[in-house]
């Protein structure tokens, strides 16, 4: 899924954290048979996810990733984002404890 050294070291996670953004959506980028409209944020999420507290950090990065990337106003989108954050927190959470 990506190029970066760093990141490569961690595929477990980039592929969990990719299907939890493909499942939620939040933006509505996912067409019938589009699977990899999110790599461009996933790889930007993965870049300062590992930095992440908790699930309050995680909404912050997907809500300044997906503005960044996408010009959105997340505001309006606060559930979705936060129902994601949550996902991916327990992803995370999950995938420090088996390492």
């Known amino acids: 899924m990506t190029s970066d050294p760093e ?14 953004m493909r499942q939620a959506d939040p933006l509505g980028l996912l ?3 589009s699977d990899d409209d999110y790599d461009s944020e996933t ?3 993965l870049s300062r996810l590992l ?3 908790d699930v309050d950090d ?3 990065i997907l809500g ?3 503005s960044r990337m996408s ?4 505001a309006a989108l606060r559930v979705p984002v936060e129902s994601l954050a949550t996902r991916i927190w327990n992803v995370l959470v999950n995938y420090r404890l088996s390492g």
């Open 71 to 74: 010009g959105f106003d997340v």
């Open 7 to 20: 990141l490569a070291q961690h595929v477990e996670l980039a592929n969990a954290v990719a299907k939890a």
């Open 43 to 45: 790889a930007a999420v």
């Open 58 to 60: 995680v909404a912050a």
């Open 31 to 33: 067409h019938a048979g």
């Open 64 to 66: 300044e990733e997906f």
């Open 51 to 53: 930095g992440a507290y």
